[in-house]
């Protein structure tokens, strides 16, 4: 299986872990672990759906994963983001990074989730207790109202 995937199923994470911790030169793994929360300034999420563009998704994944190792010239990396469904407390994402100390492990981690929500095609929509909305773009600078972009503009 690849280092970078999008899954409707459950994510494990230890799948993304051990695509990075068989290494002796690595000293360090981070992972960070997105899950679906129940408040989101005060108001109650009962559930969130995500979708995404699949194929340029995962290729966005693999350019972060690229980008980190420039920076971490070390470090391997794997991440998986779900679609579908997610209940409060499911696992939206995971990062799993494996460098030879700490501290690069931690900001090349915390690279990644940013630039997640910076270019990779995947949106949310919140459902509440009184009615739904597509957050937009994971930074939710961008708001879709209530249909998604057509996939082709983002070729």
């Known amino acids: 299986m690849e280092n970078y995937w999008i899954t409707n199923e459950p994510i494990q994470v230890n799948d993304c872990i051990e695509k990075v911790i068989r290494r002796p030169e690595a000293g360090a793994i981070s992972t960070f672990i997105g899950i679906a929360r129940e408040f989101t300034l005060g108001k109650r999420t009962l559930f969130l759906e995500y979708d995404a563009y699949v194929p340029m998704a995962k290729k966005q994944l693999a350019r972060i994963g690229d980008e980190i190792k420039e920076k971490w010239p070390d470090a391997e990396v794997a991440i998986a983001h779900r679609i579908g469904r997610l209940d409060i407390s ?3 994402v995971v990062i799993a990074v494996s460098t030879a100390h700490r501290d690069a492990s931690f900001k090349a ?3 990644a989730i940013e630039r997640i929500k910076e270019i990779v095609p995947i949106w949310k929509k919140e459902h509440w207790e009184d009615g739904t909305k597509w957050i937009g773009n994971q930074k939710e600078s ?7 972009p057509i996939k082709e503009d983002m070729l």
């Open 90 to 92: 499911d696992v939206a």
């Open 109 to 111: 981690s915390h690279y």
């Open 142 to 148: 961008v708001s879709y109202e209530n249909e998604l």
